[in-house]
């Protein structure tokens, strides 16, 4: 799973993540790490990440399937980042639409429309911080 983003330095970086199944058949997922990208066209960020993977020791013949947000650099079907990682490692066909990124998608348009959305989530984030800035 991949996504760019730009950081506070204003560098464009593409965060890498990877979802494996254990010898326990335990779906697991982990963060790997940034990678700096010198573009952000389909292009660059397939050869990066194929490029990082393998440098990285992970086996690219047991990479199965994709995942990425659905800007068409990235998910495009034609020659966006998923087909052309497909075109060069054909066992990893499998494309998902980042599930996180829909349920984002969903409630900042909701939050836009529905008075009673925006409200629940104020106090939500509210909620969440109380916890997490709690020392215990």
């Known amino acids: 799973m991949g996504n ?3 950081d506070e330095s204003t ?6 993540c ?6 326990t058949f335990v779906v697991e997922e982990a963060f790997v790490s940034f990678v700096e990208l010198p573009k952000t ?22 990479w199965c399937g ?18 052309r990682i497909t075109a060069k490692l054909p066992q990893a066909k499998y494309f998902v639409h980042c599930r996180s ?20 989530m104020d106090t939500f984030r509210s909620i969440t911080f109380f916890f997490s800035a709690s020392p215990k």
């Open 11 to 16: 560098k464009t970086q593409l965060s890498v």
């Open 41 to 62: 066209d389909a292009q660059t960020i397939s050869k990066v990440l194929i490029n990082n993977v393998q440098q990285w020791g992970l086996d690219t013949s047991k």
């Open 101 to 120: 990124h829909c349920l984002n998608l969903a409630i900042v348009a909701s939050c836009s429309k529905v008075p009673d959305v925006r409200n629940f």
């Open 18 to 23: 990877i979802r494996y199944l254990t010898d």
């Open 66 to 83: 994709q995942g990425y947000d659905g800007a068409s650099t990235m998910s495009g079907h034609v020659s966006g980042v998923q087909a």
């Open 4 to 6: 760019e983003t730009t």
